[in-house]
Every structure is written in structure tokens, then in C-alpha cells.
């Protein structure tokens, strides 16, 4: 359980990175220095690891997904 909780952990930490960099992007589309195709691209790894967060959380019991989640916290 330990390989599939660190894997949740990576998929989490790359979720966190792309919706801080969403963040920069739409600042920087507010002053016309960033280009709107990079937004769509942010959008679409943004889906793609909330899929995979949800895919992985479903293969656990709800005690290990909960025991994941305060790990996250504590990082």
C-alpha cells in the first residue's frame, strides 16, 4: 500500500505545481505577457492529474485514503 501512497503523494505535489503555475499564467495573461495556448495546456494537465488522483484513490479503502490526505498535509 506504502508504493500506490507514494505515487498519490507525486500525482499531488505535480497537481499543486501546475495550479501554482495556473495561477502565475493568468497573471501574466492579465498584462498580455502569456500566451492563452499555454492556459490550455495548464487546464489539460490539471485534468489529467485529478483523473489520476481519482483513479488511485478508488483503489484504496477510505482508512488508507484518509491516512494518505494527513500525510499530504504534513509535507
Known sequence: MQEIE?????A????VRWESRKDNVK??????SADP???ERIEEQISH???L???MTRKMSSTDVSR???RSGNQ
Do not use: F, G, V
Open 27 to 32: 497573471l501574466r495573461l492579465e498584462n498580455d
Open 68 to 70: 494518505t490526505i494527513a
Open 53 to 55: 488522483l481519482q483513479d
Open 49 to 51: 492529474y485529478q483523473s
Open 37 to 39: 495556448s499555454e492556459m
Open 6 to 10: 507514494d505515487k498519490i503523494m507525486e
Open 12 to 15: 499531488l505535489k505535480e497537481l
